[in-house]
């Protein structure tokens, strides 16, 4: 493992951890989040970790530079609601991700329904502690470190009294799937529409 070091994300790291997000899809280059741009992820990230039950740890190298990150939440209903109570300051950067994919608006409109229950498509889970993104940046390979900020991720989770972390897995992600499956005796999990949506229960 390379000289890094793990550390609870800041407000004022939204720009780098939404890096990392964006360089995610050159290994993988499925669903919402790898079609929107760089504006629509560094926003997210802004109001995702002024989310007061966002927990993401990121791992940093010797200059400073976050590689990879870990993220989730304490409630759920709690961040579909911060997300819904910012739902303007998203306005501009779906715009801009739309210009090359207009799809994207449809999606977007879809999604947020979801947050309130007025879609018939299910993204996320609705309630509890959830587990969100494990990203590292593909040209900083590290399987080593990866796999250690998120075991701190989960340990963090577990002290602040999270015992049922839900987690979902799109489905061609099989290598992640298989990941999770294998090192983990406390899983369950279920196959609905185009994600695996998986439970860890944290002893």
């Not at 040209?139 to 250690?148: F, L, T």
Request: aromatic share 16%.
């Amino acid at each position: 493992m390379a000289n890094i070091r793990f550390r609870l994300a800041k407000p004022s790291d939204a720009k780098q951890i939404a890096y990392v997000h964006l360089h995610i899809r050159d290994k993988y280059d499925q669903g919402f989040f790898a079609q929107v741009n760089y504006s629509f992820l560094k926003q997210y990230y802004k109001v995702m970790l002024n989310d007061p039950n966002e927990v993401i740890v990121c791992a940093e190298d010797e200059n400073g530079l976050i590689v990879g990150f870990s993220s989730g939440s304490l409630d759920v209903s709690k961040q579909m609601k911060s997300m819904r109570d910012n739902k303007f300051s998203f306005l501009w950067p779906l715009f801009t991700s739309a210009i090359s994919n207009p799809k994207l608006i449809k999606a977007a409109i879809d999604r947020f329904k979801s947050t309130k229950g007025e879609s018939n498509n299910h993204y996320v889970s609705s309630k509890g502690a959830r587990g969100e993104y494990w990203g590292w940046l593909p040209n900083r390979k590290d399987p080593e470190a990866a796999i250690s900020m998120n075991d701190m991720f989960m340990s963090i989770m577990k002290t602040l009294g999270v015992k049922d972390l839900f987690i979902e897995v799109d489905t061609i992600n099989k290598q992640i799937f298989k990941f999770h499956k294998i090192t983990s005796l406390n899983f369950n999990y279920l196959r609905i529409f185009e994600f695996y949506y998986y439970m860890y229960i944290l002893p």
